[in-house]
């Protein structure tokens, strides 16, 4: 009954839009974190510091123009609820990463150890699957490649909480400055925590397709 009513619903061409720009918004904050973690060159960092602010700007805009049309419209695409779990976890992951950014620059650090680049890695390749994911939205003609996507999402989520669990376990046992310690605890902790809101996304896609697929 649900794909009978589907073949005759009218394509979403308000809200579809914002989720792919979303995704896409993501990958760009992920690439240039990894950019920033990466660099050795402080003014080059903080150029790219400077784009991720901008970037979760912009995420945040889309979400806000994704509340104003789901309060303005009679029709949705799937559920009310779904929708504002969805766009808000997206958001979370900007805003987490757009966090671990600034705090590299407020706190100065300058030794950017290899476990921050491994979860930014990680962060790309978890941002590039949601936005695969979240273009699937549009039809949920291929509900196998969504359920793939979350997946590979729950395994990324897992692999940045080892990383962190060692990474800090590597700190306590060699790091004797324990400001430099506490600042790098807390950019890792962030890096994971983006991965964990990634993990908040594959949830509510998850249960989106529950209900619609």
Do not use: W
Not at 49 to 58: G, V
Not at 97 to 119: C, R, S
């Amino acid at each position: 009954m649900n794909s009978f009513f589907k073949v005759f619903s009218p394509k979403d061409k308000k809200f579809q839009p914002l989720f792919e720009e979303c995704g896409g918004n993501l990958v760009s904050i992920s690439e240039n974190l990894l950019l920033a973690l990466s660099t050795t060159d402080v003014e080059k960092r903080k150029i790219y510091i400077k784009e991720i602010e901008r970037m979760e700007h912009t995420g945040e805009l889309i979400r806000t123009r994704v509340f104003l049309k789901l309060s303005k419209s009679l029709i949705t695409p799937f559920s009310r609820e779904d929708i504002h779990a969805l766009i808000s976890s997206l958001y979370d992951i900007a805003d987490y990463m757009h966090t671990a950014a600034i705090n590299i620059d407020l706190y100065h650090v300058v030794d950017l150890n290899k476990p921050m680049i491994k979860m930014a890695q990680l962060l790309i390749d978890m941002c590039k699957d949601l936005e695969i994911a979240l273009k699937e939205l549009k039809s949920f003609k291929n509900t196998g490649l969504i359920s793939d996507v979350c997946l590979r999402i729950y395994k990324g989520e897992s692999q940045a909480d080892s990383l962190c669990n060692h990474a800090l376990a590597g700190l306590f046992e060699s790091e004797t400055n324990a400001i430099e310690l506490i600042k790098q605890k807390e950019i890792l902790q962030t890096l994971e925590m983006a991965t964990d809101k990634c993990d908040d996304v594959a949830n509510v896609l998850e249960s989106i397709l529950v209900k619609n697929a």
